[in-house]
């Protein structure tokens, strides 16, 4: 082979590979987002890096993550770091859901959000509050299964922006409404919805039961409440170094205010008025791991590492996007450790009702 062929060869292998990359391997699972248009977000091109390098300054200053009026910003700033890269690599729906064998990733996911809306007995006519929507792929799936109307909050506008097109592109616009707003400062009258659920939303909360406060203000009285919290088990040992490096670099790498363990869930419900019908950690045997998706996307990971760092050399991809994806990376890793040692769960139910006739609140 001479010279110029030689070239020539490894010039249709680069080109290949580039264009497998990008357009066959670049789709999010849900084609959403591809990876020449990843971005920050609402933050421009060039502050990303800065934002990034903000965000991890919240954490060595840990009094201003239990003041409540800090919070709301830092996860703000943090959803439009990671957004268009959960969207790419993840897919719509920004949770966890059990393994299912025989099912795919995206329908084991769809079973699970579908399972929320049994649980509330949602139907046609009924309006329900999706507090923490993200893009709004649980709203999609819970409103196409039960007909009902969805309105989601989320405090990103660029994720209001990114679900309401999704909204439209799968026809359920007329279902599905989309707010920006604070979920613990909600832009709703009392007593407004039928139902109401948070997916692995509500953790970014400060204090758990201003968000419960909240949704119990607007539901109407006998309407239910569902929500998937992330906790620390039973099995979690404050004085195990191992444990509280674990939590920790998940609390750090999805902007948690702190974990909460799981046997303060139910008494938080009850503080501000609700009922609890149910409490369940839907990760339990026999749910198959949560975890191994994360397991086996370290492949995937390196493959779109590596599309990244080439895209942000090329200027196409903000700088800092490559920082935020190494970090989503190492935080995967801290979630399967929380995961094969049990002490964190990311779905631990909790299924409440307004009483029919309003009570006194026990912290009263």
């Not at 613990?184 to 419960?212: R, W």
């Not at 979630?335 to 139910?349: A, E, S, W």
Request: proline share 5%; aromatic share 10%; net charge neutral.
């Amino acid at each position: 082979m001479d010279a110029l062929t030689l070239f020539y060869t490894a010039s249709l292998v680069v080109v290949g590979g580039l264009f497998w990359f990008v357009c066959v391997l670049g789709p999010a699972e849900q084609k959403g987002k591809r990876a020449v248009h990843l971005s920050g977000g609402s933050i421009s091109a060039e502050k990303v890096q800065d934002k990034y390098k903000q965000y991890w300054s919240f954490f060595r200053r840990p009094k201003e993550i239990e003041t409540a009026d800090k919070v709301p910003a830092f996860v703000d700033t943090f959803y439009n770091l990671v957004t268009d890269i959960y969207e790419w690599g993840w897919g719509q729906s920004f949770h966890f859901s059990p393994a299912i064998p025989g099912k795919s990733h995206r329908d084991a996911t769809r079973l699970h959000e579908e399972m929320v809306a049994d649980l509330l007995g949602m139907a046609p006519g009924h309006r329900v509050l999706d507090a923490g929507c993200g893009v709004g792929g649980p709203m999609r799936a819970i409103a196409a299964h039960s007909g009902s109307n969805v309105v989601g909050i989320t405090i990103n506008e660029y994720q209001v922006n990114r679900a309401r097109i999704h909204n439209k592109k799968a026809k359920l616009d007329a279902q599905c409404d989309v707010v920006c707003g604070n979920f613990l400062q909600m832009p709703f009258d009392e007593n407004s919805f039928d139902g109401a659920y948070s997916i692995e939303a509500t953790c970014h909360a400060p204090k758990l039961e201003e968000v419960y406060g909240e949704i119990f203000r607007v539901l109407k009285p006998g309407c239910l409440y569902v929500s998937h919290e992330w906790v620390t088990t039973e099995l979690y040992r404050g004085d195990d170094p191992e444990h509280v490096e674990i939590i920790q670099g998940i609390e750090r790498g999805n902007a948690l205010p702190g974990l909460r363990s799981y046997d303060q869930i139910a008494k938080m419900a009850r503080e501000v008025g609700f009922e609890v019908v149910k409490e369940m950690d839907l990760a339990k045997p026999p749910a198959n791991p949560w975890w191994s998706r994360l397991k086996m996307g370290r492949i995937a990971y390196w493959r779109n590492h590596i599309l990244i760092v080439v895209l942000a050399f090329l200027g196409i991809a903000p700088k800092g996007v490559v920082d935020v994806h190494e970090m989503l990376f190492k935080t995967a890793d801290y979630l399967v450790r929380g995961g094969d040692t049990g002490i964190f769960t990311p779905m631990h139910m909790i299924l409440c009702r307004k009483p029919e006739k309003n009570k006194t609140p026990a912290s009263a």
